[in-house]
């Protein structure tokens, strides 16, 4: 989007690392101007007006005024920055100049407005998949973002980059099926699993005992106590057959 706003340059006579850090001591950052079929050229710029911009609401997309000192005038953008990664603060940027005959290509955000049926009579989820789309126009129609429409949305329903709304000379680049948002039903989390049945004639778990009742025995005493009657028996006939020897 084209905004009325003029950022100041000076060509730089010299470049290399020392010749940045000159710049940037200065209170100015080194740039490069490229684009429009004319050779690159090497100026700085005032970082706060870069920052401006890139932090307004058009960002990227931003046309601006760059006045070269003794030098050209151009429409152009800023295509890529490079930031400090401690102090924030900005240390170079690209700029692009703007033909605005010639159409471009740029990434607008997409927002969604409106609160979908489907999450207020069927109690789904409105998910948003895609926030931006990329088109193609003429750098005057760029438009600041792109809002959908999704209070008619039932679950299973979805807005797709088809349905945005273009207009101008603007035209979709890339798939026109991507989805931008859609609504899904919430997950219900399943019961837990109902305790097992207890076997006929035997007491539910946590059940006490009716009073007088003598408690049942584990299987693993009573088949204790057969073993041992077993081998009581055994040690009872081994002594009668010594006896019938001693005779």
Do not use: W
Not at 67 to 85: H, N, R, S
Not at 93 to 106: F, G, Q, S, W
Not at 204 to 218: H, I, N, Q, S, V
């Amino acid at each position: 989007m084209r905004q009325d706003i003029t950022v100041n340059a000076e060509v730089r006579a010299s470049r290399g690392k020392n010749e940045a850090r000159r710049t940037r001591r200065a209170g100015q950052i080194p740039a490069v101007v490229y684009g429009a079929y004319k050779d690159p050229i090497s100026v700085s710029v005032d970082p706060r007006e870069i920052t401006r911009i890139l932090r307004s609401k058009t960002g990227y997309n931003t046309i601006f005024n760059l006045a070269v000192k003794d030098g050209e005038t151009t429409p152009a953008m800023v295509l890529d920055q490079q930031v400090d990664p401690v102090k924030g603060t900005l240390l170079h940027a690209d700029l692009k100049r703007i033909d605005l005959t010639k159409r471009i290509k740029v990434t607008v955000p997409v927002h969604t407005s409106g609160e979908p049926k489907g999450v207020k009579v069927q109690g789904g989820l409105l998910e948003v998949i895609t926030r931006a789309v990329e088109i193609d126009c003429l750098p005057d129609e760029i438009p600041q973002d792109f809002t959908v429409d999704v209070s008619e949305l039932m679950i299973g329903q979805s807005k797709r980059a088809s349905d945005v709304g273009l207009s101008g000379s603007m035209k979709l680049v890339g798939a026109a099926d991507v989805v931008i948002a859609h609504v899904v039903a919430l997950r219900v989390e399943e019961a837990p699993a109902a305790a097992e049945t207890p076997a006929a004639g035997a007491p539910a778990a946590g059940a006490t005992p009716a009073a007088g009742a003598t408690p049942a025995e584990p299987e693993v005493i009573k088949k204790g106590k057969k073993e041992e009657e077993g081998a009581a028996a055994d040690k009872g006939k081994e002594k009668e057959k010594d006896k019938g020897k001693k005779k």
